[in-house]
């Protein structure tokens, strides 16, 4: 076999090799989400404050969440926040917090990353089921990035929007716990 064939032999087989590979196997970073997740059917929740985050540059929100009724298997609950400019909400993935399968009765707390540095008026939600707001607060934030929390109706048109939400997971990487909560994670 001449050598130029065995070299254009050899970029074939590369070639297929990049082809074939799989792009999840390529980046570590991607979240897996768990398909089994669901919203808890019953839920109770509080929101206890939202306090700003300078290592990792955000606003953490803080509070418990409490399945009630018959326990249901993989259930869980997340967090939302919305903007006046925007018409939908937003949920990512690290945002979702699941019951504890050992004690699903149990009280949760749970710190989320909900809010970038930046000023403006916002929503924040607890929601479960099929998106059922528990509790909300409106946070209002200043350019030097002090905040006021207040309760919030859960049908005030802040936040009575559609909720686009990513798929449970712990994506992106958490920082630094946040009094001994994570802000990013389970």
């Known amino acids: 076999m001449s050598r130029h064939r065995r070299a254009a032999l050899t970029l074939v087989a590369i070639a297929a090799g990049f082809l074939t590979a799989s792009p999840a196997a390529a980046d570590p970073g991607t979240p897996v989400p768990i398909p089994s997740w669901v919203g808890a059917h019953c839920a109770a929740a509080e929101l206890t404050g939202i306090r700003y985050n300078a290592p990792d540059a ?6 418990t ?29 690290h945002a979702a917090r699941l019951f504890p399968a050992k004690a699903p009765l149990a009280a949760v707390p749970f710190g989320a990353a909900v809010l970038p540095p930046a000023a403006g008026r916002y929503g924040v939600c607890v929601l479960a089921g099929q998106w059922k707001r528990l509790t909300c607060v409106a946070a209002d934030v200043t350019a030097d990035l002090q905040i006021s929390v207040a309760p919030l109706p859960t049908d005030d048109a802040l936040v009575a929007k559609v909720v ?23």
């Open 58 to 63: 955000v606003f953490v929100a803080f509070g």
């Open 65 to 93: 969440a409490t399945q009630c009724g018959t326990p249901v298997p993989d259930a869980g609950f997340r967090v939302a926040t919305y903007t006046a400019a925007a018409s939908v909400g937003t949920s990512p993935g």
């Open 164 to 186: 686009h939400a990513r798929p449970f997971g712990a994506w992106p990487p958490p920082g630094e716990e946040i009094n001994g909560t994570c802000g990013t994670c389970f």
